[in-house]
């Protein structure tokens, strides 16, 4: 779809933008919104939130002097408006396209993005720090924080407030309320206060104010900064962000750009330590399609810019998200102590499915992924079933509380681990890589990792069963491959693992959801005469060592294949081979993992490919383990 964006053409960095005059911003922020519309429909991606902040990303840029002045967007997901803005316009049709745009702020793409983003609630942590780093190095920049309501759920958020109200350093923090609605935008009136409150007028008021309350006795002066405190919080309803040490400012309209520039404006002249402006917007904000969808077009596919219509792509195969909530739900009917927890991510963990069928047994406990682990420790501990659904990359998020809060006191939490291994086009920060090694350490727990769909269902009602430990089930991002469904998941015997092919001289042993790409690599190597065997782990603590010892015995090669970081399945194999003296038998042991380093972004096989756990991978280690060194010698063998 052709837009026409005159003045946008106009702009290739804020500076631009700030060359013109007021009266010609909402053209610009019309033009922004145009051209993310069309951008996203061409790359997908998180298009309701950039929507929501166009006037506030416009106005954040006219009024500051960025990049000197420091801008932070918590999450990222707001982010496309500003990279249009700085530089990135060019571009921006490559958005989480392999080599193109990260999906969400990052330091190495451009000096107007000071800290990476892509989980909730960092910002007014790192611009705390960034703050003081300027204070002590006497520098006299801003530093500004846009923060979504959402993420204040986080706790982090609030140790960030409170160690900001005691710092007094001075801190720009932009509330974008743009769904729960803190407190409700009040009119003319309400945006009139805001305007009044921020100014330096009422801000000398308050001082002479507070010096008078000190003259008084006591008694009456502290009565006087309590009504007006009082009297503020009732107008403006700051009292919390008060309490917290922030001078409050707001509700005001986030979309209008004759509120938000005075405001802003007095803001970047306020100097007795940190403010909080509360902005309120709307997800989807002036494309009709995002407005009128449930979800506010969060996510998007690609899609039509007339019709709003994203393009599907069609699958025989069920996701592995909706099989684990139906596989939920199947076990949840038979066992009433059976509870789901997620931390915001209802839709995206299936547990939406979950809740229709259970609303009193299923909990969303906001974007909160250490009290949601520490709630289900709690739950576990009452004798209930938690089963705590969070994404692999978001439980990292709460560690400390899966070790001592769950681990070492050995309470039956079930972590499901939705999104394990590459993710695509949300890229490192997204990725599932690590939890194979941070729960593969942590002593008493049961690690298991589904080859197929099918053997999701049976993992689910496994974990079902295990009440006397904490237990955790990885499954990845996206449809499965297609097997033949059972009627229901019965329960798997805990450590046992299970030979699908059987050959003489390889062995390859895959744990997780790489199993069918073994099967394919043993095929090619069965073909050009080297027998292959094929097991499938499907634990990793305990390991099914009668099994590795077998497979090790019985082979020249030994090959483990897994969708996760060093330290993870294979290190746990080489504990046990090196333990049983194995290793200096003969044997041939190779292991494929994720490379130490943070896969970008880009389409999963692609990211796959970087990381060398195909098919042809497989094969090519296993021929150059058989003395195949030439690199040639090995491609024709592959060809």
């Not at 967007?73 to 571009?91: F, M």
């Not at 659904?389 to 001592?404: E, G, K, M, N, P």
């Not at 499965?480 to 062995?507: D, F, N, S, W």
């Amino acid at each position: 779809m052709e837009t026409s964006t005159p003045l946008l053409d106009k702009i290739k960095f804020p500076s631009d933008l700030r060359k013109l005059s007021k009266n010609k911003l909402t053209q610009v922020a019309l033009e922004l919104r145009n051209e993310t519309v069309d951008a996203v429909s061409t790359t997908g991606g998180h298009l309701g939130a950039s929507l929501g902040v166009i006037e506030l990303t416009v106005a954040i840029h006219y009024v500051f002097n960025t990049p000197k002045d420091r801008l932070i967007w918590d999450v990222g997901h707001q982010a496309y408006p500003h990279k249009i803005l700085t530089g990135r316009r060019d571009k921006i049709r490559t958005l989480r396209q392999k080599n193109g745009l990260y999906g969400f702020t990052k330091r190495t793409e451009s000096e107007y993005d000071p800290f990476g983003a892509a989980h909730a609630s960092t910002a007014m942590s790192s611009g705390l720090g960034m703050a003081i780093g300027r204070d002590l190095q006497k520098k006299n920049n801003n530093v500004v924080c846009v923060v979504g309501d959402g993420a204040m759920s986080g706790g982090m958020a609030y140790e960030a407030m409170n160690n900001a109200g005691s710092e007094k350093s001075k801190l720009v923090v932009i509330l974008n309320d743009n769904d729960m609605s803190i407190a409700p935008p009040v009119g003319a009136l309400s945006n009139y206060l805001s305007r009044i409150i921020s100014s330096g007028t009422y801000q000398s008021f308050k001082h002479i104010g507070g010096q008078l309350a000190k003259s008084f006795p006591k008694r009456l002066g502290t009565a006087a900064k309590k009504a007006e405190e009082f009297a503020r919080g009732i107008v403006t309803g700051g009292t919390l962000f008060e309490e917290l040490g922030f001078f409050y400012i707001g509700p005001i309209d986030g979309h209008n750009l004759d509120h938000l520039i005075p405001v802003l404006t007095n803001a970047k002249k306020y100097k007795d330590g940190p403010i909080i402006i509360h902005c309120v917007t709307k997800k989807g904000k002036g494309y009709k399609p995002a407005e009128l969808s449930d979800d506010k077009y969060h996510g998007v596919n690609k899609f039509d810019v007339a019709t709003g219509q994203q393009q599907k792509s069609e699958s025989k195969a069920p996701s592995y998200t909706k099989v684990y909530a139906n596989s939920l739900i199947s076990e949840a009917k038979k066992d009433k102590k059976i509870v789901a927890i997620t931390a915001a991510m209802p839709s995206g963990t299936g547990l939406d499915i979950f809740e229709k069928k259970f609303p009193t047994r299923c909990f969303d406990v906001g974007i909160a992924e250490q009290h949601a682990v520490t709630f289900a420790a709690g739950l576990a501990t009452e004798g209930l079933k938690p089963f705590a659904t969070i994404y692999s990359t978001f439980l990292q998020r709460a560690y400390d509380q899966v070790v001592h809060d769950v681990a070492i006191q050995k309470l039956p939490v079930r972590f499901a681990m939705d999104r394990a291994g590459q993710v695509g086009a949300d890229g490192a920060t997204h990725a599932g890589s690590f939890d194979i090694t941070y729960l593969g350490c942590l002593p008493g727990f049961i690690l298991m990792a589904p080859s197929d769909e099918s053997e999701l269902m049976h993992m689910v009602a496994t974990a079902a069963k295990i009440d006397d430990c904490p237990c955790a089930f990885r499954y990845p991002r996206g449809d499965g491959i297609g097997v033949q469904m059972p009627e229901e998941g019965v329960p798997l015997e805990i450590g046992k693992g299970r030979i699908l092919k059987e050959g003489t001289k390889i062995a390859i042993l895959s744990y997780g959801a790489r199993l069918y790409e073994c099967i394919k690599a043993a095929e090619i190597l069965n073909a050009k005469g080297l027998s292959t065997s094929v097991a499938d782990a499907r634990f990793c603590k305990p390991l099914d060592t009668k099994l590795i010892k077998q497979l090790s015995l019985d082979h020249e090669i030994l090959i483990t294949v897994e969708e996760g970081a060093i330290g993870g399945f294979a290190s746990h194999v080489t504990k046990f081979l090196s333990e049983q003296g194995i290793l200096e038998s003969g044997l041939k042991f190779r292991s494929l993992f994720f490379p130490d380093k943070f896969l970008p972004h880009g389409k999963p096989e692609d990211q796959y490919e970087e990381a060398n756990l195909l098919a042809k991978d497989i094969v090519h280690v296993a021929l150059q383990s058989l003395g195949s060194s030439k690199e040639k010698e090995i491609d024709n063998t592959l060809a």
